[in-house]
Each structure stands twice: as structure tokens, then as C-alpha cells.
């Protein structure tokens, strides 16, 4: 509540155009500032150009783009690039310059940030989704996600988000309800529906991903009881071991990014927080950078049909430095598959 009252004798003395400073929450020193500033800088140019790189192949490929599993990833690779540039210049802005804007650009900024990692745990979610109806219904998959439904779950998705993560600009403020301890102008009730949310998402994934784990765990155990087909059972053990250390590998990017910063925010709720909690919430802030880093490699560059896209557009490239031009070929061979075709094919 003091808080909201040094907002509101801020604004009404300077014609709401300049923000309350928020001292309290910009707690970090000098070496801390710079340290903040260089590894988010670092972290998201190196995101925003894997991303772009995974949008462009996705893009300059008439097959890929015309895929579900890779207009998923391509949702994925758009948020992750948004979330990259757009968290990177407010967090720097606000915690390096003290950078003093209006409350509704404030909100408007906090919104966009919210915006984009929360379209990026949408678009996970969505991609496990496609993994999962490919393994479930391997028959009927393609005639069950179309792309034109493919195109429809993602600006629903995307909709949904942009709603939920501009109700403060909407007017869910937190004067008079309790703001919250590590982002301004935000209100408890708000940040706690908005954790559910992630929850929710989260625990749709684990859901997901355990399943098709749980699937490779059946089909080694089969394989392991008809030793009479050994050379098929070998090659498709292979790729089950390999399936199951993809997916691993997944949740625990999830979990190692994403827990630190919902932890915080969640403890926030229950109890007050010293400045140095606040420094350790900036600092964890920095892995949904590193998370967004992460995606391209894991859901977008192991994929054989983009690497074989990357691989045709770097000839295309030569070709021009060479002066030989394009040669109009097509960018994949027509028998690769996707990520979750070649899942669906282990089952």
C-alpha cells in the first residue's frame, strides 16, 4: 500500500509523466549491473540468432512450412525471439539505466515480457501435444492434425496469451490490492493466476513427454523379449535409447530454467523478501534467456529435415557469392520426415 501511495503522489505532482523510480526494487550494486548487463546481452543475441536461423530454414522451405509439427516449432522459435529481445532491453533498461517510463508504458512493457514466455510455454506445450497424437493415434495422425487446424490452435494460443498478460494494462493493477514484492505494479492475486497458468502448461508437458518416455520404456522391454529379430530390435533400441535422452534432456532444460524463477515467484507470495533474495530473482530471471537459447537446439537443429534445409540454403548461398545463382532445387529430400513422424515410426 505505500508503495501505491508514492506511485500515486509521483504521477499526480508530474502529470503521470514520469513513473515512480521503485528504489526498492532496483537493488542491485554497480559490479552487479554490469555483470547483469553483459550475460543477458550475451544471452540474447545468441538466442535471437538461433531462433532467427531456425525461422528462416522453417521459412525459405516450401515443405517445412507447410507441416504442423514445424509451424509448431516455428510458434516456439518466434516467441523465443521475441522473449529474447523484448526481456533483454526492459530488464537492462531497469535494472542497469533505472530507465523511468509512464505506468501504462511500464504495464504495457511488463505485459509484452509476460507475452512471450508465455507464448513460448504455449508453443511447448503444443509441440509435445503433436509428439503425443503422433504416438497415440499413428494411423489417422496426419488427417487429425491438419494444417489449417495446426494454424487455428496457434492464434488461439496466442490470443489467450496476449489476454492474459495485458490485464494489468487493462486495468488489474495492484493499488489498492497487495503489489508484488519483485515485479512492480503487479498485484499478488494476478501473479498467482498467472503461475497457475504455467503450472497448468507445465504439468501438460511433463504429462506428454512422460508419456511417450513411458512408451519407449514399453517397446524396450518387448524388444528385449524377441531376441529371434535381433537386427530390427537393435536399430529400433537405438533409437528408443535415443528418444528417451532427447526427451530427458527436455524436462530437465524445463525444470533447471524455469523452477528458480517460479520458486521465487511463488515464495514471494507467502512471504517478505530481503534485497538479497530480490538480487538472486534477477539473476535467475537470466535463465528464461538461456531456456530460450536452448529450444533451437533441442526442438529445431537435431531435426534431420531442418539440418538438411540448412544445408541446401548454405549451398544456395555459394551459389550467389559464386555468381552462379539459384538453382530452383527443393530443399529436403521428399523421403525425409519430421521429428514426430520418426517418433511415431519407433512405436
Partial sequence: MEFCLETEAVNGSKNDLNFNPMKDYMVLSRP???????????????SALENLTVLYLILSSRR????????????LAIADFLASVIFACNFINFHVFHSVDSKAIFLLKIGSVTLTFTASVGSLLLTAIDRYLCLRYPPTYKALLTRGRALATLGIMWVLSALVSYLPLMGW??????????????PDNY???????VAILFS?????????????????????????????????MRLDVRLAKTLGLLLAVLVICWFPVLALLAHSLVAPLSDQV??????????????????????ALRSREIRSSAHHSLARWKDYL??????GKEEAPKSSITETEADMKIT
Avoid at 517445412?64 to 516449432?73: A, G, N, T, V
Avoid at 501473479?191 to 497458468?197: D, E, I, K, P, R
Avoid at 511433463?206 to 524377441?226: D, F, P, R, S
Fill in 204 to 236: 501438460g508437458i511433463i504429462y506428454t513427454y512422460g508419456h511417450v518416455l513411458w512408451k519407449a520404456y514399453q517397446h524396450a522391454v518387448n524388444l528385449a523379449e524377441h531376441q529371434d529379430r535381433q537386427l530390427p530390435g537393435m536399430i529400433r
Fill in 278 to 299: 530480490k538480487k538472486v530473482f534477477a539473476f535467475c530471471s537470466l535463465l528464461c534467456l538461456v531456456n530460450s537459447m536452448v529450444d533451437p537446439v533441442i526442438y
Fill in 191 to 197: 501473479l498467482l493466476g498467472w503461475l497457475l497458468l
Fill in 322 to 327: 559464386r555468381g552462379r545463382g539459384p538453382e
Fill in 64 to 75: 517445412l512450412r507447410r507441416k504442423p509439427s514445424y509451424l509448431f516449432i516455428g510458434s
Fill in 173 to 186: 493493477t495492484c493499488c489498492p490490492s497487495p503489489c508484488s514484492q519483485l515485479i512492480p505494479l503487479v
Fill in 32 to 46: 552487479q549491473q554490469v555483470a547483469i548487463a553483459v550475460l543477458c546481452t550475451l544471452l540474447s543475441l545468441l
